[in-house]
């Protein structure tokens, strides 16, 4: 059975994205050495947070965007055997935009 998860208020669900496995100099890096990615991709977004008048403010990232986040931003989360990262919209540096990916 599959567990779904909504985040509350301003935060998202993010996936890591593994980066392919380098090698340099001929010396393969361990995973337990590894830096783990600081990119993923958001699986899930809340509705927003509430601002003074009640009313939401909407989220800027939404379900799909790849996303630049700090070395030790979010929490940990693990569902169905899958680690995730929860973390608030404020913790994510950024939306990362591929040249020519949504050429029309």
Not at 20 to 28: D, H, K, P, T
Not at 37 to 45: K, R
Request: hydrophobic content about 35%; charged content about 35%; proline content about 3%.
């Amino acid at each position: 059975m599959a567990t779904t998860i909504k985040p509350l208020h301003d935060r998202v669900i993010i996936r890591r994205i593994e980066e392919g496995e380098q090698v340099r100099g001929g010396i393969i890096i361990p995973d337990t050495a590894k830096e783990k990615p600081q990119e993923g991709e958001v699986i899930a977004v809340g509705e927003g947070k509430y601002k003074e008048d009640g009313s939401r403010q909407t989220l800027d990232v939404k379900v799909g965007d790849r996303v630049l986040f700090g070395k030790y931003s979010g929490s940990e989360i693990k569902i169905d055997n899958e680690e995730l990262l929860m973390m608030r919209e404020d913790e994510i540096l950024g939306i990362i935009e591929r040249a020519g990916a949504n050429a029309s």
